[in-house]
């Protein structure tokens, strides 16, 4: 298959992620296949790929595309063998994500793969609950509610706020059930003399998050533009303090700015060796 | 390799998730891969496997515990050769997850790969932004909250309380960016005629959740035992009342008892044709 140029001279693909499933394997797989590429792409999920008639319908979309010159790569994770063996017919690179693997694992562990065990993402009994459990922890223990369960929870973030602890707390939450409180230390923290009184007994479950003053000057503005609030010596000055907070009482800390919500919370589970609650 | 049973006569495995990165493409991919096997597995992650020293010392633990007869099997997705080339001499099965697919990928696109461009996870200027303003949104336009901007949202979720509706607006805002307000429907709702004054503007973007009366009943048990709000009989009659709302107003609705937040979310956006906020 040879490549259209677009205008900019850069390559312009249309990419698709197909399962019977979320899809979201394939996405995950997929997009960080490709970002080893510097390439334009256009990319469609196609989930839920669970009939004959949706795989041929899918195919004859594709291969229609791929006659006008649209260029398209296919990543499919299927465990259904007719929908996989349907799904090979697109005219294009088509990539069986799981096709390769699935032998040499097979070896590996001495048992036959069962298609239809595969159910990455389907509601397991049980791990749903403690999930959504660790979410609503994490809501019930977010900033500025007055009543706090810091004994249940795995970690409590600490950090002044718009440093980033809420999106942490609910990723931590909704990808492993880590349950994630969050306390905002503000001005009646820094001059008071070592920790809240709140959190000391907790000492061993803190984390800091802290985050570049000119990006937190930002973030605020976005919400409270030309407010004290949001001024750069404001900014400035929360960070001075509590980054000082963090070394006086030894508590680990790690800077956000140019971090994901993903990396922060891998971060953090590494440092304080949590580990996914199953 | 050959592996040890245990006691049930499941094979137990150590696996391993490793990258220099979040490992959470390893993660998923992995889990995937493995859930088409009837095994036992004890999954650890390793993410940030950043030096050759890092890379050096897991080997040597991985290499240990193959002696000692602790079957292990290491699924790594690495950007730096050097690194990728330590972590090989792990005398297991290891498998290099981009490696197989890099090169067809190249000889398809028709530009080398670039290993430094492989940030799957990194922070992307704009992205975060999208997704944190996201969840700030989801939050904001929450149960109970009174002041609603329904007209910024992608999908507003209706449901009786307990129905899933806070978790899939947050899972949807985290993923993919997608801004989702959520509306519980209540008593009021059901006597009245018609949708809530408040939802009529907005009848496209709306999207109902049900439940098995059931499952409702256990969820709202384990938050409010031996209540009216709890028991068999509320649940049914809630139920009746907010599939009879749906069915009248036509608005599609999904029964969330045996789905995973991941799949109630990517099955709303396919029906509601809504894509990623990049």
Redesign the interface.
């Known amino acids: 298959?040879?490549?259209h140029n677009n205008k900019k001279g850069n390559?312009r693909?249309k990419v698709y992620f197909v399962s019977d499933?979320?899809?979201?394997?394939a996405e995950?797989?997929g997009?960080?296949?490709?970002?080893?590429?510097?390439?334009d792409i256009e990319a469609?999920?196609v989930?839920?790929l669970a009939t004959i008639d949706q795989a041929n319908g899918f195919v004859q979309q594709v291969n229609e595309e791929v006659e006008v010159g649209k260029a398209a790569?296919v990543f499919y994770?299927i465990?259904d063998p007719e929908i996989s063996e349907v799904v090979q017919r697109c005219e294009t690179?088509c990539?069986n994500?799981?096709g390769?693997?699935?032998s040499?694992?097979?070896k590996?562990?001495?048992?036959p793969?069962?298609?239809n065990?595969?159910?990455?993402?389907?509601?397991?009994a049980g791990v749903?609950d403690i999930?959504?459990d660790a979410?609503n922890y994490a809501?019930a223990n977010d900033d500025g509610v007055s009543i706090k369960n810091f004994e249940e929870a795995d970690v409590i973030l600490l950090g002044v706020s718009r440093s980033g602890k809420?999106?942490t707390s609910?990723?931590m939450a909704?990808q492993y059930g880590i349950k994630a409180a969050n306390y905002p230390l503000n001005e009646d923290d820094f001059r008071a003399v070592g920790l809240p009184r709140i959190l000391r007994p907790h000492k061993s479950k803190l984390y800091g998050l802290t985050i570049d003053p000119q990006r937190l000057h930002e973030i605020r503005s976005g919400r409270m533009a030309a407010s004290k609030y949001a001024s750069q010596r404001q900014c400035r000055y929360e960070i001075e303090e509590v980054e000082a907070i963090y070394r006086q009482e030894r508590v680990s800390f790690l800077n956000t700015t140019?971090?994901?919500?993903?990396?922060i919370s891998?971060?953090i589970m590494?440092e304080m060796q949590l580990?996914?609650h199953r």
Request: no cysteine.
């Open positions: 298959m040879s490549l390559k693909m499933g979320t899809a979201i394997t995950v797989f997009s960080a296949m490709l970002s080893f590429f510097d390439v469609e999920s989930p839920f790569l994770t465990s690179h990539y994500l799981f390769d693997l699935l040499p694992i097979e590996a562990l001495g048992v793969a069962q298609p065990a595969q159910k990455a993402h389907g509601m397991k749903y999930r959504i979410i809501l809420t999106p609910l990723y909704m140019l971090l994901s919500v993903e990396e891998t971060k590494a580990s996914r």
